[in-house]
Nanobody, 117 residues
Framework: QVQLVESGGGLVQPGGSLRLSCAASGSLFSIYAMGWYRQAPGKQRELVATITSGDATNYGDAVKGRFTISRDGAKKTVYLQMNSLKREDTALYYC???????????WGQGTQVTVSS
């Protein structure tokens, strides 16, 4: 049973930076993708960034060039470095792990990111 624990959210001023972390416990198997999604009040959940076990990355259009996703396979942890934050980045950020062979998804409980002056 995989569980995800997120950390690193908080309040930051526009233009600032934050780094989110998501640590997985349990067996990830050899083929998976981990990533981040976000949901702002009144909006649908949207893709932020994903990274596969082969280190292929994918970013949502709203964060390209500002956010960077990375992972530490040994620690089963994925990171999201967020730079040049904007007010519209304010949302609850969810960590996700997707297993393409079983088509199973596991979600974390979310960490709040608030960009405000």
């Amino acid at each position: 049973q995989v569980q995800l624990v997120e950390s690193g959210g908080g309040l930051v001023q526009p233009g600032g930076s934050l780094r989110l972390s998501c640590a997985a416990s349990g067996s990830l198997f050899s083929i998976y993708a981990m990533g981040w999604y976000r949901q702002a009040p009144g909006k649908q959940r949207e893709l932020v960034a994903t990274i596969t076990s082969g280190d292929a990355t994918n970013y949502g259009d709203a964060v390209k060039g500002r956010f960077t996703i990375s992972r530490d396979g040994a620690k089963k942890t994925v990171y999201l470095q967020m730079n040049s934050l904007k007010r519209e980045d304010t949302a609850l950020y969810y960590c996700n792990v997707h297993f393409p062979l079983s088509k199973k998804d596991v979600w974390g409980q979310g960490t709040q990111v608030t960009v405000s002056s």
